[in-house]
Structure formats: C-alpha cells, structure tokens
Nanobody, 126 residues
C-alpha cells in the first residue's frame, strides 16, 4: 500500500507564495509513472493543477502556468506556488499513478491516479 501525506497549506494574501509538500511512502511503493497535484472547491470537480512524470517532465494547467512549479526529490512531491490569486483557494491533493495503464489517459483525469493524499487547505485572500 502507498501512502501520501500533504502539508504546507495555509492562508496567504493575494500575490504571496506558498509551498506544498507531499511525502510518498509505503512498503509496496516502487515509484510512479505520474505524480500530480489536484485541487477542489466545494461544488466543483477536482481539477488537475500540475504533474511530473517518471522522466521528470512537467505539465501544468493553463491557469497556473508561469506561477506554479512542480518537483519531486526522494519521494517528496512539492508544489511551489507564486503570485497566488483568490481563485487559487481550494483543497489541494497530491496523487500518484503507479500503473502503466494510467498513461492512456490525460494527466488531468483524477480517475487515472491510484493513490491520494488527504488534502491540505489553501486560502488566498484579496
């Protein structure tokens, strides 16, 4: 079983920065094909924010390009968020896909990920 534990959520002013972290662990964990960040606000679907694949290639939602950076070092997935906007407020989740079959789907599809963290709240005030 694989466990993902997020941290770093906070309340910040618009224009500020925040870094989220996600520790990936588990006895059966041998690596990922994709590791991603999603976010969700009440009443809306979970939205893909950023993803890094097993070749260290990065992918971003248009809404965060140039402001957010995803990285992974030694099973710690991070999301550096700069120039935050009120519309970035959400619960942020990390997720990883550990099966090759996930590659047949878009990286932003939540159903293509096999393990999820519990979420961390980010609130950006204007």
């Amino acid at each position: 079983q694989v466990q993902l534990v997020e941290s770093g959520g906070d309340s910040v002013q618009a224009g500020g920065s925040l870094t989220l972290s996600c520790e990936i662990s588990g006895d059966g964990y041998t690596g990922y094909y994709r590791a991603a960040w999603f976010r969700q606000v009440p009443g809306k679907e979970r939205e893909g924010v950023a993803m890094i694949d097993n070749y260290a290639k990065e992918y971003y939602a248009d809404s965060v390009k140039g402001r957010f950076t995803v990285s992974e070092v030694r099973n710690r997935l991070s999301l550096q968020m700069n120039a935050l906007k009120p519309e970035d407020s959400a619960v942020y989740y990390c997720a990883c896909a550990t099966k090759r079959a996930a590659l047949s789907r878009s990286w932003s599809e939540p159903n293509s990920y096999h393990f999820w963290g519990q979420g961390t709240q980010v609130t950006v005030s204007s």
